[in-house]
């Protein structure tokens, strides 16, 4: 792990853990072109709480997100959901996992056009066969403003409400992590303020755990926690961030050499 900034101490009563990494390495290639793009990674993220991954450009964020949710496929090291460890699963056992214990909140929404709101929202469950929660089902509408919506298709809805679509899909099943990739990198900032207040309130008052990669300052401000990556390692942390200390934070990664 490389030296980073100064970061605060971890709470004395740290959350149950629900994704970790484990000596966690993935390699692009080989040989002389090689690319490291993570080396070594070991970070746990606690249940019930919001993580924000930040980092320089080629820093490795994405790539992290995707080895956590079972997306890519290590190079070495492990990574547990719970007490099951992805990296030991084969493709249908990794597929069946991904569909029943994990949600994905992506920058482009990833709605079906020809489905309504409430379509896209039932989705998963179709899909895993599942009956619907209808009373889950009614507290993530009412607590996403989505009530007035159901009928309507994505093209039919603005970009803050589709991404709310999205949210609310990815939490139709009760996943144990939902992991959001640049959720606001499509929105304007009023849209996107409101997208980050609802995954925060999924956090604070449904009980969610989600792991989200921003490259925003004042994104990352609304997480419990920001963790900081450079050239493949762990840089640093820092908990209760605002956007101030999280510019603080990054600048050091830059004044160390991180790739900008």
Not at 10 to 29: E, F, I, M, N
Not at 101 to 117: D, E, H, I, K
Not at 119 to 148: F, K, S
Not at 162 to 167: C, D, E, G, N
Request: net charge negative; hydrophobic share 40%; aromatic share 4%.
């Amino acid at each position: 792990m490389t030296a980073g900034p100064a970061t605060t101490t971890r709470p004395a009563s740290a959350p149950p853990t629900a994704v970790r990494a484990v000596d966690l390495h993935k390699t692009y290639g080989s040989g002389a072109v090689a690319v490291h793009a993570l080396r070594g990674v070991d970070l746990s993220f606690g249940a019930g709480r919001l993580t924000a991954i930040m980092g320089p450009s080629g820093s490795g964020k994405s790539t992290l997100m995707h080895l956590l949710a079972g997306l890519d496929e290590a190079t070495g090291g492990e990574v547990h959901l719970g007490g099951t460890e992805l990296t030991a699963l084969d493709d249908t056992r990794l597929t069946l996992l991904r569909r029943e214990r994990v949600g994905f909140v992506f920058q482009s929404f990833n709605l079906l056009p020809m489905y309504t709101a409430e379509q896209n929202i039932t989705l998963p469950c179709e899909l895993a066969g599942a009956t619907v929660d209808r009373a889950w089902h009614d507290t993530l509408v009412d607590t996403l403003g989505l009530a007035d919506r159901l009928t309507h298709r994505p093209a039919e809805l603005s970009g803050g409400q589709q991404q709310r679509v999205a949210i609310a899909r990815a939490l139709i099943t009760r996943p144990e992590v939902v992991f959001a990739d640049e959720p606001t990198g499509n929105l304007d900032s009023r849209a996107g303020a409101e997208v980050l207040s609802f995954l925060r309130t999924s956090v604070r008052e449904l009980g969610q755990t989600v792991v989200m990669v921003t490259h925003d300052p004042t994104a990352a401000a609304y997480a419990d926690r920001v963790v900081l990556l450079a050239d493949g390692q762990v840089a640093g942390e820092i908990t209760d961030p605002t956007p101030e200390s999280v510019l603080t934070g990054l600048d050091a990664l830059r004044g160390e050499g991180g790739r900008g």
